[in-house]
T-cell receptor
Framework: AQKVTQAQTEISVVEKEDVTLDCVYE???????LFWYKQPPSGELVFLIR??????QNEISGRYSWNFQKSTSSFNFTITASQVVDSAVYFC??????????FGPGTRLSVLP | EAQVTQNPRYLITVTGKKLTVTCSQN?????MSWYRQDPGLGLRQIYY???????DKGDVPEGYKVSRKEKRNFPLILESPSPNQTSLYFC?????????????FGPGTRLTVL
């Protein structure tokens, strides 16, 4: 069975702090995709990144970076120099290439001015 | 504008009264899916469709039906809604197999079943 765990339910940081959101996944498949989505207070879901199981390279996009480690089944997301606009719920998700998606419960990030 | 639309955006209904939430995409996407979002549980997949007339169950299909008669539309049907189906529902689509392409989400439908 597939499972995605986001152990941090809520995180609060002060603006300009760095913050890491944890994601741990479980799957028996060797081919799979991992995703991060952002849900701002307005409610829409915004795609952030997709990573396949054969690509363990870390990725950086502006203030965002992702660390994929198959050895620990983790796909963590770091925001550098956080801003108030980063306040949102962040979801990690797993797709086993079989069309079925599994999302984690989400982490609510509050960035305080 | 490329988008996924859902209607209605808000709905309050009573137990047992059949309802349909529509979902339409204008991107010629093959894959479409329905999710429900509940506090502390994240998004859970209800049904998905690989193409016209091809649908399959997700993790929480009980109490829901779907159909895919046209590529652009993927309605979610609750034939006899119950209070435990009160939730925020999202429709999504992607061009190819969901694992190989980005999913685009609709704006959500907030359903309350009394």
């Amino acid at each position: 069975a597939q499972k995605v765990t986001q152990a941090q339910t809520e995180i609060s940081v002060v603006e300009k702090e760095d913050v890491t959101l944890d994601c741990v996944y479980e799957t028996r498949d060797t081919t799979y995709y991992l995703f991060w989505y952002k849900q701002p207070p307005s409610g829409e879901l915004v795609f952030l990144i997709r990573r396949n199981s054969f690509d363990e390279q870390n990725e950086i996009s502006g203030r965002y970076s992702w660390n994929f480690q198959k050895s620990t089944s983790s796909f963590n997301f770091t925001i550098t120099a956080s801003q108030v606009v980063d306040s949102a719920v962040y979801f990690c998700a797993l797709n086993n290439y079989g069309q079925n998606f599994v999302f984690g419960p989400g982490t609510r990030l509050s960035v305080l001015p | 504008e490329a988008q996924v639309t859902q209607n209605p955006r808000y709905l309050i209904t009573v137990t047992g009264k059949k309802l349909t939430v529509t979902c339409s995409q204008n991107m010629n996407h093959e894959y479409m899916s329905w999710y429900r979002q509940d506090p502390g549980l994240g998004l859970r997949q209800i049904y998905y469709s690989m193409n016209v007339e091809v649908t399959d169950k997700g993790d929480v299909p009980e109490g829901y039906k779907v159909s895919r008669k046209e590529k652009r539309n993927f309605p979610l049907i609750l034939e006899s809604p119950s209070p435990n189906q009160t939730s925020l529902y999202f429709c999504a689509s992607s061009l190819l197999l969901a694992g190989t392409d980005t999913q685009y989400f609709g704006p959500g439908t907030r359903l309350t079943v009394l």
